[in-house]
Structure formats: structure tokens, C-alpha cells
């Protein structure tokens, strides 16, 4: 575990033998070293950071994996490059999702496959309507506004746009009963 809260770096141990006060003596003066390496990788200081962290944490667990008398800032490089790799792999992997994590909250549930089938026939009707017929509806069923604020932004007089909404909705009726 490093503590920095004095000015400096510093590990925190159990009393141990020489061996493992001199590891943690060599890597601390790698570490200005790896943190360059980190932000070479990372391009970002806090990821930099991150992996600085994850890489000193990991050569402390797996110290008996270093082999005394090979050059352990070699091994610390490739430790901090293998989980930079293992970082971006797992980031990407995360980015390949095809659908947002929520969507498979709503896998299976009952009546949606029916929803999204009627919801399918309502867009292809509306589709089929004249324009003006297709923008009276959307702007006063589908958006909710009020007859008055409809006609206004159409710019046409309120009963041009009663009409147009009537004959609209019915054309939806007709052509809705007739996919049921």
C-alpha cells in the first residue's frame, strides 16, 4: 500500500526481510520513470495516474514473480504495458455493445413484442398521410400542443387546422383498422 500524505512516497509493511525493503527501495525510484511511461500510454493524467497505481499495487502482490538480479524496471514496464493493453481491450469490448445495458432490462417483457409491432403499423400510417394531414396530427396528438399553438406555428387559421386534424385521424382510423 503507498501512503503520500507526507510530501513523499513511502510503503507501508510488515516487518520483512531485506530482500523486500530492497525491492520496494528499487521501485520507488522507478517510479518518476513509470509515471512518464504511464502518461505516454494513458494520454490522460488521471488514467495515467490509474495505471501508475494498478501497476505498483500489482508488482507489490506479485513480487515474487521478479527474479532477483534482472532488471526490475523492465519487468515494471512490461507489467504497466500489459495492463494498459488489457485497459483498452477491456474498453473497447465495453464500446462494442450493440444496444445500450438498460435494453436488456425490457428483453422478454410481456406485450412488448405487440407494442412495438402496433407502434411499427401507427408510423407507417402516419406515413401515408398527406403532409399537412401528417403535421396537424403530429404537432396536436403526438407532441401535445394546443389547436391554437399548432395553427400558429403551421401559420395557418385554426379551423384550416381542425380540418386538417380531422381528416388526418380518420385516415389514421381507417388505415389502422384495416392492419388489426
Known amino acids: 500500500m503507498l501512503d503520500e ?5 513511502r510503503f507501508i509493511h510488515h516487518k520483512g526481510a531485506n530482500d523486500v525493503l530492497r525491492f520496494e527501495d528499487e521501485l520507488l525510484g522507478h517510479v518518476p520513470r513509470l509515471r512518464r ?12 495516474d490509474d495505471l501508475l497505481q494498478a501497476s505498483v499495487e500489482r508488482a507489490l502482490l506479485r513480487r515474487d514473480q ?31 455493445t450493440f444496444v445500450a ?17 402496433e407502434l411499427g403499423n401507427v408510423g407507417r400510417a402516419m406515413q401515408a398521410l398527406p403532409p399537412e394531414q401528417r403535421e396537424a396530427v403530429a404537432l396536436v396528438v403526438i407532441e401535445g400542443f394546443a389547436y391554437k399553438e ?10 384550416t387546422l381542425t380540418s386538417r386534424l380531422v381528416r388526418g ?9 384495416e392492419a388489426a
Not at 504511464?38 to 488514467?47: E, I, N, P, T
Not at 399548432?150 to 379551423?159: F, K, R, T
Open 37 to 48: 511511461f504511464a502518461h505516454a500510454l494513458a494520454r490522460h493524467s488521471a488514467d495515467a
Open 150 to 159: 399548432a395553427a400558429e406555428i403551421l401559420d395557418v387559421p385554426i379551423g
Open 169 to 177: 385521424r380518420e385516415a389514421l382510423m381507417a388505415k389502422l383498422g
Open 5 to 9: 500524505t507526507g510530501g513523499g512516497i
Open 101 to 117: 445495458p438498460a435494453e436488456g432490462e425490457r428483453i422478454g417483457m410481456a406485450g412488448e413484442q405487440e407494442a412495438a409491432v
Open 66 to 96: 521478479w527474479q532477483p538480479g534482472t532488471r526490475l524496471d523492465s519487468w515494471m514496464y512490461r507489467l504497466m504495458r500489459n495492463l494498459w493493453i488489457d485497459t483498452v481491450r477491456s474498453e473497447r469490448r465495453r464500446g462494442e
